[in-house]
């Protein structure tokens, strides 16, 4: 059956808020969860809403709770040359960088109404970038090994072009992926992306020599993501 998400575009906005309004559906779909379960004998239950958010960040780098500060390479100073910001967060995986030109994306979903096993989740999540990717010429891979989509991994070119690192609690998913559509890949520099010290980072624009309109990569990974994960989105 066909389930329904909310979608909702937030355009570019601070990290942080988006953070904290992520947080505030998790909570929501946790805490209705919970209360589901303590009170069993009311068929009626009414189950957590689903949404997928889309967004870009001003410069911002994240570190994940598995990760080491030490993947940072610049100080404070640096950080306000480039007009950036930092973050300690609370997803897995380690260090990575968001900016503009960037599709973020932050499906928050009960995994119960889907399937309860998070590394089909993250293999689900890639095939959408994977798809988007090859409607362009562009062969996305996975790296066993590594999350993410990857262009000739495990070859000395590898590169990898979205990153992805989540957070799950009673089933419920926050955080998400980044895919690199036109993002400046300079602000890579300043940290060992996803503590990887001798793979490359790549974008969209990098590839095919050109930028692409944002707005027609995002429709084109709703459609993928819609399809491969059996939903109808809600605006």
């Known amino acids: 059956m066909t389930k ?9 906005i601070d990290f942080k808020d988006a953070w904290d309004f992520q947080e505030g559906l ?16 009311d068929s009626a239950g009414q189950l957590p809403e689903n949404h997928f958010l889309f967004c870009e960040h001003p410069h911002v780098y994240t ?18 040359q480039k007009q950036a910001t930092y973050y300690k ?9 968001h900016g503009p030109g960037q599709i973020v994306g932050y499906p928050i979903l009960d ?16 095939e959408v970038i994977i798809k988007t990717m090859a409607e362009y010429g562009l062969k996305g891979e996975r790296y066993p090994g590594f999350t993410g989509v ?17 957070r799950t609690s ?12 036109n993002t400046d890949l300079n602000y890579f520099k300043n940290i060992v992306p996803c503590g990887i010290d001798d793979k490359d980072v790549t ?17 084109k990974v709703k459609k993928h993501f819609s399809q491969l994960f059996e939903v109808e989105f809600v605006e």
């Open 63 to 80: 570190l994940g709770k598995s990760g080491s500060a030490d993947n940072l390479l610049i100080d404070d100073e640096g950080l306000k």
């Open 203 to 219: 974008s969209m624009e990098r590839e095919l020599g050109e930028k692409l309109p944002l707005n027609e990569v995002q429709q």
């Open 170 to 181: 009673r089933w419920v998913t926050m955080h998400g992926f980044a895919f690199n559509v």
């Open 111 to 126: 995994l119960d109404q889907f399937f309860t096993d998070i590394h089909r989740y993250l293999r689900t999540l890639e």
């Open 89 to 97: 967060i609370n997803r897995g995986g380690d260090i990575t960088y």
């Open 4 to 12: 329904k998400v909310l979608f909702k575009n937030l355009e570019q």
């Open 26 to 41: 998790f909570k929501k779909a946790i805490d209705l969860k919970m209360y589901n379960r303590k009170h069993e004998s």
């Open 150 to 166: 990857w262009l000739d991994p495990e070859s000395e070119r590898a590169r990898k072009i979205c990153a992805m690192g989540v």
